[in-house]
């Protein structure tokens, strides 16, 4: 559904709206992992197998209950497991200052005797270096990660927020220049690797790619009202009842 | 097939966690001291020692994520088995089961499964006061997408508890815990399993029919004896077994039959199950009632208290039951 969307195919999960429900169930998708590996299911060294899981969430939500028990969990069992949180300094208005008392967002991992580590959310190579370390953590045995990525919401919460009740314009232009796609543009310009042509053509095939999808959106058949009667159960000769 | 007589119910659902975890290696438990110490009832008593701290682990002291982890690793496509050590503690959890587990089948059209069973003793009658005796059912039957179970038998127990943990959708599991060593009965050493969703007829009768679940299924079963043998009234007991999905047509059979319906549960009456079954009979049995739909349950206060008569008032017994069906008896 809207907003739930997921991929069974490449293992990505139906989310909430409920902020954080998905931080402990991670650290349940993770635990499986483990366990599988554990009781002999699977074999560690299994490349196809999932060897991770990860989450994301934005900073506002690290203030739930969830979060803390979630990554106890991890800590816990020494889960390979990933959570990254995206610090963009509002919890739609509400200022980090009004959110929490730690200077970074990481600083909690100590808590649950997991590795923490704040990066520049706006610099794309230092972002991937960082979760490349989170990642061969979580291969290597070393258990879980809380990665902070330091940024910036440019935009309003939503399209019936109006941001300009609690930020100045100033603010959100200043954070605007130094935004990760801009940035890394820059960067790969000045390197030679992004020329004008190239530009172009990733900016095109993008627009095309979205400009498709709405087309494909808008074409779509509306479901029939009845539908909402459907998929409350899994049907119980569903392979998923019985055993391996 | 051998069947071990007498058993407790607390043993019958031991043997069913213990024949899941030998069955499939997917099948884990997982709650607070349901380790070494095997459970502060001891639900789980030796299964630590068989299975291994990696498939039977204690958890730290927290519901919402031992139902969280317990949700991923369904989505993950294991087979928890998560003890919540009270039913009265579940509330943190409510969160994770009622937009989570019980939604995700849904909002992903029919793509996520969560084949995740959550165990938890509830109900009064041990002392337990006000936060180790409550009834939490009627907060969960109110929410498609779970399974709501509550056994009062030991056969059913360990048949029900089967079926749950093979189940691929969420299962609520209550148990009631004033009968996990008062209730014994026969029960089969071999595989089966008891369907969840249909009642099951305890007693036949033709006077009225009295509908209940976990103790006050087990009680409602004495009082109907107790009033044939005294007063020559003949009392239906169904034993619903199964609060969600609801099996109507049990229900509906049983007071077309006798023409009168005695609800008896533990819960706090007002807006607790027995509403959900009356409104039932009175939409769809209407014509053939001979009396009003009557409710006998626990008083509208916060919760049971410790006091050991105030707790007596509290819960419907034996008694109290055939005082109330002799009074719908003569209706």
Redesign the interface.
């Given at each position: 559904m809207p907003s739930h969307f997921s991929s069974a195919k490449l293992n990505i999960f139906s989310g909430s709206s409920v902020v954080t429900t998905q931080v402990p169930q991670t650290a349940g998708l993770a635990f499986a992992i483990k366990y599988r590996q554990q009781t002999g299911l699977v074999d560690a060294n299994d490349t196809t197998q999932p060897r991770l899981a990860i989450t994301s969430l934005g900073e506002g939500s690290t203030s739930q209950g969830d979060f803390h028990e979630g990554l106890n969990w991890a800590g816990v069992h020494k889960l390979p497991m990933i959570c990254l949180v995206q610090n963009n300094l509002y919890a739609i208005s509400v200022p980090v200052s009004s959110e929490m008392a730690v200077a970074n967002v990481a600083d909690r991992a100590a808590a649950y005797g997991i590795a923490g580590v704040t990066v520049d959310g706006n610099d794309v190579l230092a972002v991937y270096d960082v979760m490349v370390e989170a990642v061969e953590r979580a291969y290597s045995g070393e258990g879980a990660t809380l990665v902070e990525a330091k940024t910036y919401r440019i935009t309003p919460h939503s399209s019936d927020d109006d941001d300009r009740s609690y930020r100045s314009r100033e603010e959100v232009e200043e954070w605007k220049a130094k935004g990760p796609i801009v940035r890394f543009r820059t960067h790969l310009e000045s390197e030679g690797i992004l020329t004008p042509e190239l530009l172009e053509d990733y900016e095109h095939r993008a627009r095309a790619e979205v400009d498709q999808a709405q087309a494909f959106a808008e074409a779509a058949a509306d479901p029939a009202a009845e539908d909402a009667l459907g998929d409350v159960y899994a049907p119980i000769e569903d392979k998923a009842g019985t055993a391996q | 097939m051998t069947t071990t007589s007498n058993m407790t119910l607390i043993d019958a659902l031991r043997m069913a966690m213990d024949e899941e975890l030998a069955?499939?290696?997917?099948v884990?438990i997982t709650g607070e001291d349901v380790g070494a110490r095997g459970g502060v009832f001891r639900a789980t008593q030796g299964l630590f020692e068989k299975y291994g701290g990696?498939?039977v682990v204690d958890a730290?002291l927290?519901e919402?994520?031992i139902v969280?982890?317990?949700?991923?690793?369904?989505?993950?496509?294991?087979r928890?088995i998560c003890e919540i050590q009270f039913a009265d503690f579940i509330h943190?959890a409510f969160?994770?089961i009622v937009?989570?587990a019980a939604?995700?089948?849904?909002?992903?059209?029919?793509?996520?499964?969560v084949?995740l069973t959550i165990r938890a003793p509830y109900g009064g009658g041990i002392s337990g006061a006000l936060y180790h005796s409550q009834s939490v059912e009627a907060f969960f039957t109110h929410v498609?997408?779970l399974?709501i179970v509550i056994p009062s038998t030991p056969c059913d127990a360990k048949g029900l508890l089967k079926s749950a943990v093979?189940?691929?959708?969420p299962v609520l599991f209550f148990e009631p815990k004033k009968g996990y060593r008062a209730i014994k009965g026969d029960v089969p050493s071999d595989e089966y399993t008891v369907p969840?969703g249909p009642a099951r007829i305890a007693r036949e009768g033709k006077d009225l029919s009295i509908y209940a679940y976990g103790m006050m299924a087990y009680y409602a079963e004495i009082a109907a004896e107790k009033v044939a043998r005294e007063d020559g009234i003949d009392a239906e007991v169904i034993d619903l077994r199964t609060l969600l999905?609801l099996d109507k047509e049990t229900i509906l059979n049983s007071v077309k039959k006798t023409g009168k319906a005695l609800i008896v549960y533990e819960d706090n009456r007002t807006m607790g199950y027995g509403a959900e079954v009356a409104a039932l009979i009175a939409d769809e049995a209407f014509e053939h009632l001979d009396g009003p739909v009557k409710r006998l349950a626990g008083p509208d206060v916060p919760a049971m208290p410790f006091s050991h008569n105030m707790q007596e008032y509290f819960m419907p017994n034996p008694d109290t039951i055939a005082a109330a069906i002799r009074e719908l008896a003569g209706y």
């Open positions: - | 069955r499939d290696p997917r884990f990696s498939r730290p927290a919402l994520s969280a982890v317990g949700i991923g690793a369904a989505l993950a496509d294991l928890p943190p969160n994770q937009n989570e939604k995700m089948y849904y909002r992903s059209n029919g793509v996520w499964r084949p498609p997408g399974k093979r189940d691929p959708n969840i999905p």
